[in-house]
T-cell receptor
Framework: QQPVQSPQAVILREGEDAVINCSSSKALYSVHWYRQKHGEAPVFLMILLKGGEQKGHEKISASFNEKKQQSSLYLTASQLSYSGTYFCGTSRLPPGGATNKLIFGTGTLLAVQP | DVKVTQSSRYLVKRTGEKVFLECVQDMDHENMFWYRQDPGLGLRLIYFSYDVKMKEKGDIPEGYSVSREKKERFSLILESASTNQTSMYLC??????????????FGPGTRLTVT
């Protein structure tokens, strides 16, 4: 079952912050975040493993609460280059070998305006 | 740089035709994936291969088959194309080592239109 992402779309001005959520009805082992710019392939941002860790990538960070089966992506002081569609991908098994497949959410469209 | 290439960016086929979509990766990755991307539905996994000649169905395998005879190449086959298979098809590959964070590298996609 696909994880649910919210919001479906968000419009920001440069410098504003945003939070994108990813929720699953099943217990998760890991959450992966990707960004897809218009007309381009999705690009990996980060992976969060079970344990409630938080990670950062430039001004983009994320958290994973395995008890709630939820992950949040935080974009601070947004830049024009952050525009795109953000996808979370979830896995119920430890990564490696035959268990590396992900179930992706439906995506969150982020538009950053000048 | 990891490179995943797909045989065509745009493809137009007729209903009932057999369609082959090819994907090649140059990083010796064990895992390869085929997704389709449709507006509002995100990325949906069609098939997954974790080794040569090994495959596993994804969430929407109906109407599709795959072939992986060599490690670097993963083919998606539409046995008899139908209009509801009009979509963007994305191929991806990933290594299986923790150091890599299991990152999936995506190809540029093939926009398939079935008329």
């Amino acid at each position: 079952q696909q994880p649910v992402q919210s919001p479906q779309a968000v419009i920001l001005r440069e410098g504003e912050d945003a939070v994108i959520n990813c929720s699953s009805s099943k217990a998760l082992y890991s959450v992966h975040w990707y960004r897809q710019k218009h007309g381009e392939a999705p690009v990996f941002l980060m992976i969060l493993l079970k344990g409630g860790e938080q990670k950062g990538h430039e001004k983009i960070s994320a958290s994973f609460n395995e008890k709630k089966q939820q992950s949040s992506l935080y974009l601070t002081a947004s830049q024009l280059s952050y525009s795109g569609t953000y996808f979370c991908g979830t896995s119920r098994l430890p990564p490696g070998g035959a268990t590396n497949k992900l179930i992706f959410g439906t995506g969150t469209l982020l538009a950053v305006q000048p | 740089d990891v490179k995943v290439t797909q045989s065509s960016r745009y493809l137009v086929k007729r209903t009932g035709e057999k369609v082959f979509l090819e994907c090649v990766q140059d990083m010796d990755h064990e895992n390869m994936f085929w997704y389709r991307q449709d507006p509002g539905l995100g990325l949906r996994l069609i098939y997954f291969s974790y080794d040569v000649k090994m495959k596993e169905k994804g969430d929407i395998p109906e109407g599709y088959s795959v072939s992986r005879e060599k490690k670097e190449r993963f083919s998606l086959i539409l046995e008899s194309a139908s209009t509801n298979q009009t979509s963007m098809y994305l191929c991806a590959s990933s290594p299986t080592t923790p150091r890599s964070s299991y990152e999936q590298y995506f190809g540029p996609g093939t926009r398939l239109t079935v008329t």
